[in-house]
């Protein structure tokens, strides 16, 4: 019978668009309760009804008034939503991530979700990133993994062209991950930088016509990348 009253409680406050009085009900509640009422802020059902922007602006509530504990919650509904990310509200969830373990923790969940290289980039400037050494924001797009991280993560190592040794153990590392599209990728990077032989046979062969094309467009670049 508590389960149910929390749940319905909670679901109403949702409903109603009552972030704050949520964010009150919630925090006191007692600690069995309110992990109870953490895993139902992470179901899909109990946002159905709610647009993303709500869901966004509730979101900021949260985590502006506990980041530890409704941070993780929040990105899990989040991708049990397949939010799109591209509504207003969005920025000032993303401005309320304030330190870098929580940017580092929202990232690691919503960068894999974005399709584009476009929406990868604005997703590090949301969070800050671009004020950050590089080697941050080529870190997070290596772990990414996805073709419009590496899109990016392309570009960002053109810059160390005149640094083969540093080149050659990236593509090494993303040899060691061990999928398909890190292999590839270790693949353009020794063929584009003219590195020195890398662990393992490669069957992807780029002609140099093709290779001129990798900087041009992320089709061209994803083409190659996924062959």
Known sequence: MLFSSNSNKISGFIQAG???ELRDYLAALRNADFRVAGRLLGEKAMWAEVSESEFW?????????NNRAYLGTMLKACQ???????VPEFAVFA???????DKKKALEVLLPMQTTPNEVARMLSLFG??????????????????????????KELQQY??????LRRYAVELIRKGDKLSFNLASILQQ????????GSFSLS?????????????DSFKKILTR
């Open 18 to 20: 009552k972030a704050e």
């Open 57 to 65: 602006r509730m979101a900021s509530v949260l985590v502006v008034a």
């Open 80 to 86: 049990v939503l397949k939010c799109s990310c591209q």
């Open 95 to 101: 401005s309320a991530c304030i330190t870098d373990i």
């Open 129 to 154: 990133l671009n004020e950050v050494a590089q080697n941050v924001r080529a870190n997070l797009l290596f772990h990414t993994g996805t073709a419009p991280a590496y899109f990016l993560l392309f």
């Open 161 to 166: 062209e005149d640094q083969p040794a540093f």
């Open 192 to 199: 584009f930088f003219a590195l020195e032989a890398l662990p």
């Open 206 to 218: 780029i002609p140099t016509y093709e290779l001129s094309r990798l900087t041009d467009a992320y």
